[in-house]
């Protein structure tokens, strides 16, 4: 990869960029006195585990749409803030080892598998937003993908234990000034895009041996 290159994807820039708007139109409108917004973005994209167990949602399909949506809302500039720099630092490292589609694919999944993780173990919760969950998918993948790759070429593992370590110090934190952060979304995302590491790791480790 060039110097000129760019350091993540351009998937990545957009869910970047996606996140920044959302939060930057939602301080927007609770600096013009419309609160109602940022409740209302909530109510209609946040996570609600009770849509998982039966519940009825405030639109069709809502309950299907949630997986997507909640990972683009965030709690303020501090929730935004970690959750990007987490993510830029993840993706920069893992993209010098994974395509950017199977990097796609292990943020999907990630996110899916939090949303689910949560919904599951704790039916009654909600609302939840954030990237986090789908953040330690990708955290996960590179653990999974980047420790057996650079194990196996004998390269070394600094560059995958410093981006894991800036996710969970950054989460951590976030955790310690947001108490009401979902750690089951951190736990189902994590597991998730580890085993999507592991298994993308195993074929290209297969298709070299051959």
Same mark, same amino acid.
């Given at each position: 990869m ?6 993540f994807?351009?998937w990545?820039s ?8 959302a939060?930057g =139109?939602? =301080?927007?409108?609770?600096?013009l006195?419309w609160?109602? *917004?940022?409740?209302?973005a909530?109510?209609?994209g946040?996570?609600w585990s009770?849509l $998982?167990?039966g519940g009825?949602?405030v ?18 500039l501090?929730?935004l803030?970690?959750n990007?720099?987490s993510l830029?630092?993840?993706a920069?490292e =893992?993209?010098?080892?994974?395509p950017?589609?199977? $990097?796609?694919l292990?943020y999907?999944?990630?996110q899916?598998?939090?949303?689910a993780?949560?919904?599951w ?13 789908a ?5 996960g ?5 980047g420790?057996i790759w ?6 070394? $593992? ?6 894991v *370590? ?6 951590v934190?976030?955790?310690?000034? $947001?108490?009401?952060i979902?750690w ?7 597991v *998730?895009?580890?085993?999507v ?13 051959r």
């Open positions: 060039s110097e000129n290159a760019p350091q994807p351009r990545v957009a869910i970047i960029l996606l996140c920044c708007l939060e =139109l939602l =301080l927007l409108a609770d600096t006195g609160a109602q *917004a940022r409740n209302g909530v109510l209609y946040a996570f009770v $998982m167990h009825l949602g639109f069709p399909g809502q309950g299907a749409a949630m997986f997507l949506t909640y990972g683009f809302l965030h709690a303020g501090l929730h803030g970690m990007m720099v830029a630092a993840v920069r =893992l993209w010098r080892l994974m950017a589609r199977l $990097m796609a292990s999907a999944a990630s899916v598998a939090a949303a993780t949560y919904g173990m704790d039916p009654a919760g909600g609302p939840m937003i954030g990237a986090s969950g953040v330690f998918g990708l955290a993948a590179l653990f999974g993908y420790g650079r194990f196996r070429t004998g390269r070394s $593992m600094r560059p995958v234990w410093r981006a *370590a800036v996710v969970l110090g950054l989460n934190a976030l955790t310690l000034m $947001m108490p009401q979902a089951q979304a951190h736990l189902g995302g994590a *998730a895009g580890l085993l590491g592991l298994v993308a790791a195993g074929f290209r480790v297969a298709r070299t041996a």
